[in-house]
């Protein structure tokens, strides 16, 4: 008897733990200009088992660093976005809706997320070159990415260093012009993958939006 009633509390613990999520895959576009600027566009492509109420992004901020012109919009299901400031972090929580008039939960369902933001002093100008190190998949996701890619876009097109980190998880990636195109393969919840990139100075001019150091 005293196994059947722990029995039948664990199936029971189980059958509401049966929700979940995933992230099927991450794009992530850089678009470096030559004022310093830094505009992203993200796109996620969840899977739900169960129902939710939405989803959250956390773009951590380092110290100069500002974020500006946030929109998000999704397909697969209606939403409304709620952004504040917390610790350094700037916290999108996108809620998700199956209908127009916001009264349903999400459920067993497939929704795009599109984020897109410019970043200023993210860019940084020391006296000899220029770099961007960028995370393009941090280790504060609660759950990983089945695949990543990347695509880079910099003010110009020589004399261009890249390195990727950690290389495990790079796939491919490729420098053509002064587009650097990148797909990872699957990252863990609680890893990151990270990008640095050296460019010349003379790619920049009157870079406003950088940050510079002497």
């Known amino acids: 008897l005293l196994f059947f009633i722990l029995f039948s509390t ?9 929700k979940s999520y995933r992230i099927d895959q991450g794009y992530i576009e850089l678009t470096v200009g030559n ?6 566009d993200e796109i996620y492509h969840y899977t739900f088992q169960g129902t939710f109420n939405g989803v959250y992004r956390d773009i951590p901020l380092k110290e100069g660093e500002t974020i500006d012109n946030i929109t998000v919009h999704t397909e697969g299901a209606y939403s409304e976005t709620k952004v504040t400031d917390e610790n350094g972090v700037k916290h999108l929580k996108i809620y998700l809706y199956a209908d127009e008039a916001h009264t349903q939960k999400i459920s067993v369902t497939s929704v795009n997320v599109y984020i897109s933001y410019d ?3 993210t860019v940084t ?6 770099g961007l190190q960028y995370k393009l998949w941090g280790e504060n996701w609660d759950v990983g990415v089945n ?11 020589k004399n261009i260093e890249y390195f990727l980190n950690p290389q495990e998880y790079n796939s491919s990636s490729d420098l053509t012009n002064n587009t650097i195109s990148i797909t990872s393969t699957s990252i863990p919840s609680g890893e990151f993958y990270e990008l640095l990139v050296l460019m010349p100075l003379s790619d920049f001019d009157n870079a406003t939006y950088a940050r510079h150091v002497n």
């Open 147 to 157: 695949g990543l890619s990347a695509v880079v876009h910099l003010p110009g097109n």
């Open 10 to 18: 664990i199936a029971i613990v189980s059958a509401d733990d049966n």
């Open 125 to 130: 100008l020391f006296k000899d070159v220029a």
């Open 119 to 121: 970043m200023k002093n």
């Open 35 to 40: 004022n310093g600027l830094l505009h992203v």
